[in-house]
């Protein structure tokens, strides 16, 4: 069901309050679905596991949406790296960038591991305006990233000025966070399949 401004919330069975607050838990805690229902059974209302996934897919990207305007904003310090998660069983690669204090950036999620895949990424991540163009560009020794900088420096994506930096050490804060993505992930009891988003879809 569409949200709409008069009545976000027609429709349902709870009110707007019970079900926000319900998103919100699952977004900002290491929680499964089970979990939420059960916190919300201990307060008298018993809402199915399954009941609580449709308010998830329903109501957190506008949630994502509203918030994103009140964060703070994330500085020009990159760091980029990519993890494998599980997908209906096999190994899939989650690239992300977050800046140097740990704030998330974006997000693609790719059957590959290449560097048609890490040009992918990075042209999701500048084609947002929120996304300020980095001042240098903190990886691993993966030589896709390399190269796809150079390809978008080409195309005119990337000015000239955007230095890469091949450091490992510089990158342990995304690497140490990729933990927590995978907690979640085994929290979910996997994903079922890969997300097709274009480019310039947001990051949440």
């Known amino acids: ?20 607050t319900a998103v919100r838990w699952y977004l900002r805690y290491p929680l499964a679905y089970e979990h939420v229902s059960e916190l919300l059974a201990e307060r008298g209302l018993p809402v199915d596991a ?19 305007r009140h964060v703070k904003p994330t500085n020009k310090s990159y760091r980029v790296d990519e993890t494998y ?38 042209q999701k991540v500048f084609s947002l305006a929120t996304n300020p163009i980095p001042r240098v560009i903190n990886v691993d020794k993966n030589p896709a990233y ?20 091949q450091c490992k050490y510089l990158n342990n804060v995304i690497e140490q966070d990729h933990r927590n993505v995978k907690k979640r ?20």
């Not at 329903?58 to 949630?63: C, G, V």
Request: aromatic share 10%.
């Open 85 to 122: 998660i599980k997908v209906k069983g096999q190994e899939k690669y989650l690239y992300r960038a977050v800046d140097s204090t740990g704030q998330t950036i974006d997000f693609l999620l790719t059957a590959k591991r290449d560097a048609s895949a890490a040009k992918r990424f990075f």
């Open 50 to 68: 399954s009941c609580i996934w449709r308010w998830v897919q329903a109501f957190a990207p506008e949630l994502g949406k509203r918030c994103r």
């Open 146 to 165: 390399p190269a796809a900088i150079r390809v978008l420096k080409q195309e005119g994506v990337l000015p000239p000025r955007v230095r890469v930096r």
């Open 1 to 20: 069901m569409p949200i709409t401004q008069a009545n976000p919330f027609k429709g349902r069975q709870y009110p707007g309050q019970v079900i926000v």
């Open 185 to 204: 992930t085994r929290l979910a009891k996997g994903l079922q399949h890969v997300p097709e988003r274009p480019a310039n879809a947001r990051g949440y």
